[in-house]
């Protein structure tokens, strides 16, 4: 296929191997090229940031969909080796999702030099969490970002929120060294059974798969905890003069139903960091005991500019509750957006 031959939709997208047959890619005049990058082994979480690229891309648009596995980001050789690599029926994927143009570069061309000596260095966003569990992962992987927006030149590019903290870390890169592209994050695709897609869940057995279930369950404990303990306080704001009807009661002889509108009063705003946690740490807890047991790398609630840890008596904003965890060889993470104060 020809990398003029682009921008006709419905039809395979070029398959381009090299930067000069990226360079050549025509862009239509005025035309906004929107760039998804991946791995490969393409699902539909990969479709779903290519189809909103393409609606960002609008239909005069570009969208260039990279598939690169690339060895710098990854620590254990094993990891890499088995990494899946399905070319064929990723271009297939890309071209129902509306791709124009899919770049598959050989590790020589990234990297025509050998291993660059160069890199972008993470800072400690980049040792935190996922940092700490795979060292120097994150430097490997804002090195081939930065390649890979040098090589498309995009207006736009789509990361998921599956990887939050990759995300965070690419729009800081973008941010403190003036890539000036827009970034833009997706919401994280899921089985119905609740687990996050990834190229890693082919790895699961059926048995291996039931107990890494309890990632989305142990999100979603903590979110209902969140929201349950929030409601409870709404309806203490929402009662108006709740004190006062407490005082009513009282001097009405009513104690018990003067005590239980105090404890509606005195609920706290929020579900309170500590309490989410610990809703989804019994989750987790729970698995840890099932056969085959879940290991549990790390469950956090962070803040998303920078991933440090939320302070106990933090009850307003946006935070994450991120979790890692090994199910026989399988490494899988998971994470799920939180605003505490939501009805306050
Ligand atoms: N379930 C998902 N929902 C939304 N975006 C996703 C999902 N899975 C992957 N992505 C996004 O797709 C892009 C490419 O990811 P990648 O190719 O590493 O896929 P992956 O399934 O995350 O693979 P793995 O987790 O095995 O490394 C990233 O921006 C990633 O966040
Ligand atoms: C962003 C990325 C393509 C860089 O290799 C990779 O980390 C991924 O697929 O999420
Ligand atoms: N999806 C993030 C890329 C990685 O696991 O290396």
Do not use: C, W
Request: aromatic share 4%; hydrophobic share 45%.
């Amino acid at each position: 296929m020809n990398a003029q031959d682009s921008g006709t939709r419905g039809t395979t997208p070029s398959l381009l191997h090299t930067a000069a047959e990226l360079d050549a890619l025509r862009r239509p005049a005025g035309a906004r090229r929107v760039v998804v990058m991946t791995m490969g082994a393409l699902h539909e979480g990969h479709a779903t940031l290519i189809r909103t690229a393409r609606s960002a891309a609008g239909p005069a648009g570009q969208v260039v969909v990279t598939v690169f596995v690339n060895p710098l980001q990854f620590g254990e050789a094993a990891d890499l080796d088995r990494y899946p690599r399905t070319l064929h029926a990723d271009l297939v994927v890309a071209a129902a999702a509306g791709a124009d143009a899919v770049f598959a570069p050989s590790v020589d061309e990234v990297y025509p030099g050998g291993e660059p000596q160069v890199r972008i260095t993470a800072g400690p966003m980049g040792e935190r969490l996922e940092g700490a569990a795979r060292p120097g992962h994150f430097d490997g992987m804002l090195t081939v970002v930065a390649k890979l927006l040098h090589l498309t030149r995009p207006d736009e590019a789509l990361y998921g929120q599956k990887d939050a903290q990759q995300l965070a870390l690419i729009r800081r890169m973008v941010r403190d060294l003036n890539f000036g592209v827009e970034i833009t994050g997706v919401a994280t695709v899921r089985d119905p059974d609740g687990l996050a897609l990834s190229s890693r869940n082919r790895f699961l057995s059926a048995e291996e798969r039931r107990t890494a279930l309890a990632l989305p369950r142990s999100l979603f404990a903590a979110r209902d905890r969140l929201a349950a303990q929030q409601a409870l306080h709404e309806r203490a704001t929402a009662t108006t003069a709740n004190a006062s009807r407490v005082a009513g009661l009282a001097a009405l002889g009513e104690s018990r139903a003067a005590a239980d509108t105090q404890a509606v009063t005195l609920a706290r705003p929020s579900g309170g960091p500590a309490a989410v946690r610990a809703a989804a740490r019994l989750v987790l807890e729970d698995a840890s005991k099932e056969q085959p047991p879940l290991a549990v790398d790390y469950l956090a609630l962070v803040d998303p500019a920078d991933f440090t840890e939320i302070p106990d008596d933090r009850e307003h904003g946006e935070a994450i509750l991120a979790v890692a965890a090994r199910v026989g060889a399988t490494r899988l993470i998971d994470n799920i957006p939180l605003t505490f104060g939501a009805l306050t």
